[in-house]
């Protein structure tokens, strides 16, 4: 007797807004699966629809997305194909999903992701803010106290950062981001991408605060901010005499250690330290 062979779990991406932008791949592979497993049934069955897609949808979201892995993935080795889509976007990008595809990536299962639209590079490519290197945050905390401790550990984060905030928070966050990583860093607010009213603001952040202020639309939607990284402030010689100080207490302490020594010595950034140390390691 030949063995079942096994069904491939799909993820898919769904519309950020605008419903053009689910592929004609990703309609075809959420027409042929045996089942979809949605972050929300009832948003996704109005998409669905749209499309005239009527298969099969059951409910995986953060609440029960540990009780129902086992058994998505037994429908998986007994053969179904499945897909995977979350409200809107990517799926596992700031949504349920992971502990589904760890368990299947343990149990043998195939994992096959489309590409498709997601928040994060959509903004990021009409931000106009160095992308060669970015750092994805997520949402920040929701009490200010737990939001301000996040951000006052990125002072120093020298790669462009990637927040999603949601419209009840964004004036308490963007009063946060000016007192903890102060009101002259630049950054960029995208609103509503790919749907009608999209908008990007940029500017200081004292100046995208002021624009969120006196606008009550732009305190609607779905948002992304984009906060430029930290630059170094430290003359290049000061950085340099750091780096050589950092050279030789590396022949007794690891990196880190010798850089954060190095730091205290010369007043500069130890993580810029290290971060510059790390490259020179690499030229």
Do not use: W
């Amino acid at each position: 007797m030949s063995q079942t062979q096994a069904g491939t779990l799909y993820i898919v991406p769904t519309p950020i807004g605008n419903l053009g932008d689910l592929s004609p791949r990703a309609q075809q592979v959420l027409t042929d699966v045996a089942a979809i497993a949605a972050e929300d049934t009832r948003h996704s069955r109005q998409l669905l629809q749209q499309f005239a897609i009527q298969n099969e949808v059951f409910a995986l979201h953060e609440h029960n997305e540990r009780e129902r892995a086992q058994a998505v993935i037994a429908r998986l080795l007994a053969g179904d194909d499945l897909a995977l889509i979350s409200d809107a976007g990517t799926p596992l990008i700031s949504d349920p999903g992971y502990v589904l595809v760890q368990q299947c990536r343990t149990a043998g299962v195939r994992v096959v992701a489309l590409p498709g639209p997601c928040a994060i590079t959509t903004a990021l490519s009409a931000a106009g803010l160095p992308t060669d290197r970015f750092s994805f945050e997520g949402f920040l905390p929701a009490k200010p106290q737990q939001r301000r401790k996040v951000l006052t550990a990125l002072l120093e984060e020298p790669r462009t950062m990637v927040f999603y905030e949601s419209p009840h928070r964004i004036l308490a966050t963007l009063e946060d981001l000016a007192a903890t990583i102060g009101p002259d860093r630049q950054m960029v607010m995208g609103r509503e991408l790919t749907k009608q009213f999209e908008t990007y603001l940029s500017g200081s952040i004292a100046e995208v605060m002021a624009q969120v202020q006196a606008d009550s639309n732009q305190q609607r939607g779905e948002m992304v901010l984009m906060l430029a990284g930290a630059t170094l402030v430290e003359s290049d010689v000061d950085v340099a005499t750091a780096l050589r100080t950092v050279a030789i207490l590396r022949q007794h302490l690891p990196l880190k250690k010798a850089a954060a020594c190095a730091a205290e010595i010369h007043g500069v950034r130890k993580n810029q330290l290290y971060q510059l140390a790390l490259e020179s390691d690499n030229t």
